[in-house]
């Protein structure tokens, strides 16, 4: 049986080839990409494109930060929050209020 994907996802077929890599460097270079990245207001993986005189999207892109939270984390947080653990959607408004407060904190000092 052969499955035919969504015709919506057929611009994905060339991402799908791409393989990523990752390179094992200095904390200097490291640093000198992120911050490279930062002031141009690109990803870290865009900088490094850029620096290799590869293409680089001009599609724009969402800004957002992304954190990889575990059952136990929803968890902690959900106590924290006082709300339900399942409550995954109120957790991540909770956080996302946080984020906004301790961003507004580092911009006074």
């Given at each position: 049986m052969v499955t035919r994907k969504p015709a919506r996802w057929s611009?994905?077929?060339q991402a799908l080839r791409a393989v990523q890599v990752a390179f094992d460097v200095e904390l200097a270079v490291m640093d000198a990409i992120?911050?490279?990245?930062?002031?141009?207001?690109?990803s870290t993986s865009d900088q490094i494109r850029q620096v290799l005189d590869l293409?680089?999207?001009t599609r724009p892109k969402r800004p957002r930060l992304t954190v990889?939270?575990?059952a136990?984390?929803?968890?902690?947080?959900?106590?924290r929050y006082g709300l339900d653990e399942g409550d995954?959607?109120?957790i991540k408004e909770r956080?996302?209020?946080d984020l906004i407060r301790f961003a507004g904190s580092t911009r006074t000092r």
């Open positions: 611009g994905s077929d992120r911050t490279a990245a930062f002031h141009n207001n690109l293409s680089v999207s990889s939270l575990t136990h984390d929803y968890a902690l947080l959900a106590q995954r959607l109120a956080v996302t209020q």
